[in-house]
């Protein structure tokens, strides 16, 4: 077990530094943060003095191995935009995007695995149907046009929930929640459904077609004809054995919607790292963006090293596998 | 993502201080509360860091300069009442007195010369207001004289974007001098203001929202014009245009800086909804490479086209404008054939007249010129920059292909846009200019002076444009007074039509969406002034 931990750490480090040096390979595209700072008017020596002070003067690997040192440190300079340090600036919006994660993938879990099962158990009733199309509508509509309907019918139309922003934070030590003020609450909600909907519907679609996989085999006949009732044999024993791959899938897409809150976060003006990392983009910030990059790219690794741990647990042939090797019988 | 404690304790110690102060405001909102949106939100709230009208627009709330501007931009005395040209490089101005800061320092002659001294430091990007002044001498506690390198007949101009701020405060905060880049520390202006204005700041959380209330002890109330009842100012950036619109027409904003053109009509059909619309001082134009032999975007081998008045005169007059107001832009521009707008010093009625549009003459120019085939070449554009930047471009694209001359638009977001532009990499590009100082010279200075070190010269003019009449009458405009200058900024206006460094496009017009309640000048430096907003 520990043994498997430390290697997948291993592993995870040449990713991290390839994330490293793409993405820096890439700032040399976004534009030049220089002309940027100066704004309408600066003399030339002014130009070249701040070229020399943010060290864009040296080669490009010397620029690197100066970023990789530092980051190792948890140091990430100050943001060119906003004068600020970029790891405060990160910490300070982490919250607002992992609440608003959390809130998706719960609304894509809650929703998604019930609809699953039904779809799968009764196939062809009305309510199936309807299901599978509205599924269809999830994946194939892109967020951000799912956003401003959203925004059109509930804040425009209706007026019940607010466009943007988080509406009132509290503070917990240095965690901004808005799960304790109403209007926090109000605001999580369309939010978190544009973000969870593809989720959603995805899993819907995976956990329908595993059950109806799962109700054909030999097991499901057994456990009937030993005259279980119907709930046991759905949940206890079909539900439990289409969850492994759902694990992978809903875990991996974890890190995608915390990655992809971008476009989400842009048209809710959601205060999180993934409008700060767009608004970084636009003036060519690159502390920020180097760090918001490093970190996406260990949300992933984390997320596959608990979800390879979670098989451990759900799949007891894995869980001998290693049983043996540590045991040595 | 670890940090050191120190930085993140007192981060969360802030961040607590600011959700406080912001869950209070709600219990104020029976007052006249503005809630006000734009697509950006400040990167600092230091006064002398950066030019842009994104900071600039929540400072002048909360800082005042010595000089203020009235709804038509005239000036008008702020902090200083009186000032006076002593000799013709020492100006005096008298301060207004007992003026104090929102933290409750008195201000000073001190303050004056500090903040002048501020603006002049290295890291401050106000240099251009600064740029003729030596030193800020303190006379006695109500008078200041400021000191020039040499005469500068539009310093009150100048200084009425200069904002003051308390002496004390700056070196009790360590900030006594614009932000650093190479600094790792944030400094304490970042995020803190310490005004004489009309609103203090209350509560900024950058990107999320920055609270003013009314600074009932204001030198300004009680002077005629300055009849505003805002009694707190919620702003809350929204970077998205339909969340934004979205956000006005649910009731959740009440004034809006920068609707999307394609919402107008939607917007003035709102109940409950109006648009207000007045012209910007910003002034879009094409530039050519007049500089190079061998054009780096076009197939013509071995000559610069650009280079023949004949040419530059063809494509001014293949630009169908009038269309481009019409549809583009949505009758939302004034047509121009000049370098600014009537806003700014030095402008002549007489020598704003366009080159008549007239495709036939283009293509008998071009063919004259020696290109019956016309050419083809790349035309360099923002595409979010500008009202509508990437669809005039590609406009023109059309025009200019119609006459022969084959072009294909390269549209950048501004961050690129702006990079390639400024290593002069560009055969013909289109550029927005705004003059922040309202002056002729600051746009004759950046735009068509030949660049040569000098602070301000050439510095925008990326297609190397440069004719030594131009240089002198500028020369002229920098050192001259009255009529005398008056004649070379003309004289500059007919060089400038004769010459076509540039093709004029237009004059932005500036939108404002606000909920119906609200009465606000509008301001065609594009900056929304709450002193003189009523809500009813």
Known sequence: MLAFVISR????????????????????????????????????????????????????????????????????????????????????????????????????????????????????SWLSRAFLTFSLVGVSLPTFLIGILLILIFSVWLGWLPSFGRGDTVQLGWWSTGFLTVSGLKALILPSVTLGLFQLTLIMRLVRAEMLEVLRTDYIKFARARGLANRAVHFGHALKNTLVPVITIAGLQLGGIIAFAIVTETVFQWPGMGLLFIQSVGAADIPVMAAYLLLIALVFVVINLVVDLLYYFVDPRLRAGFGAARGGH | MRMRAGAGLRAAMAAAVLAMAGLAMPGTATAKTVRWSASGDPNTLDPHSQNVGTVTMVLQQIYDPLIKRNPDLSIAPGLATEWRQEEPTRWRFLLRPGVRFHEGEAMTAEDVAFSIQRALQPTSNFGIFVDTIDRAVVVDERTVDIVLKRPDPILPNKLASIFIMSKAWSERHNATRPQNTRAREEMHTVRNANGTGAFRLAAREPDVRTTMTRNEAWWGWGIEGNSGNVTEIVFRPIASDATRIAALLSGEVDFVLDPPLQDLNRLRQAPGVKVLEGPEVRTLFLAFDVNRDELLYSDVKGKNPFKDLRVRQALYQAIDIQAIHRTTMRGQSVVTGTLFPEQVNGYVKAEDVRLPFDANRARALLAEAGYPQGFAVTLDCSNNRYINDEQICQNIAAMWSRVGVRTSVKAQPLAPFFAQIQRDDTSVYMLGWGVPTLDALYSFQSLVATRNGDQGDGIWNYGRYSNPRMDALIQRMKAETGEARQAAITEALRLYREDVPHIPLHHQMIPWAMRSNIQIPHLANNQPYFRWAVVQ
Request: aromatic content about 12%.
């Open chain 1, 9 to 124: 750490i291993l592993q995870a480090i040449p990713v991290m530094l390839a994330v490293a040096l793409i993405s820096f390979a890439m700032f040399a595209y976004v534009g030049d943060p220089v002309s940027i700072m100066l704004g309408q008017d600066f003399t030339e020596a002014q130009r070249q003095a701040l070229i020399r002070d943010l060290g864009l003067d040296q080669p490009f690997f010397v620029q690197f191995a100066t970023f990789i040192g530092n980051a190792v440190q948890g140091e990430f300079g100050l943001s060119y935009r906003l004068s600020r340090p970029v790891a405060e600036l990160i910490a300070e919006r982490a919250p607002a995007t992992l609440e608003l994660a959390f809130c998706a993938a719960a609304v894509a879990l809650l929703v998604g695995v019930p609809m699953g099962v039904y779809t799968g158990l009764y196939r062809n």
